[in-house]
C-alpha cells in the first residue's frame, strides 16, 4: 500500500478521480463523487409523498470507474 501511494498518490492537487492500483483516469461521465448529493435529492424529494407514489430514476444514479470500463 505504501509503495502504490508514493507512486500514485492521492494527496495532490490534480483533481482527477483514478484508480490507485491501475492507475486508469476517470472519464467525464464517472460521478460516483456526487453519491451524497444524490441520497439528499432523492430524500428531498420522497418527502410529502406516498412510498408508493414516489419512482427511483436513473438520472440519480451514480456511476462508477468500473462500470464506465469496459473489461
Known amino acids: 500500500m505504501q509503495t502504490q501511494?508514493?507512486?500514485?498518490?492521492p494527496y495532490t492537487a490534480n483533481p482527477t478521480l483514478r484508480?490507485?492500483?491501475s492507475k486508469i483516469v476517470a472519464g467525464s461521465d464517472?460521478?460516483?463523487h456526487a453519491v451524497e448529493a444524490f441520497g439528499k435529492t432523492?430524500?428531498?424529494?420522497?418527502?410529502?409523498?406516498?412510498?408508493?407514489a414516489y419512482k427511483f430514476?436513473?438520472?440519480?444514479?451514480?456511476?462508477?470507474?468500473g462500470n464506465s470500463l469496459a473489461v
Not at 432523492?42 to 408508493?52: A, E, P, Q, Y
Not at 430514476?57 to 470507474?65: E, H, N, P, S
Request: aromatic share 6%; with cysteine; charged share 20%.
Open 57 to 65: 430514476t436513473r438520472k440519480y444514479t451514480a456511476k462508477a470507474l
Open 42 to 52: 432523492i430524500i428531498r424529494d420522497i418527502i410529502g409523498k406516498s412510498v408508493f
Open 5 to 9: 501511494i508514493t507512486t500514485c498518490s
Open 30 to 32: 464517472v460521478n460516483v
Open 19 to 21: 484508480n490507485m492500483v
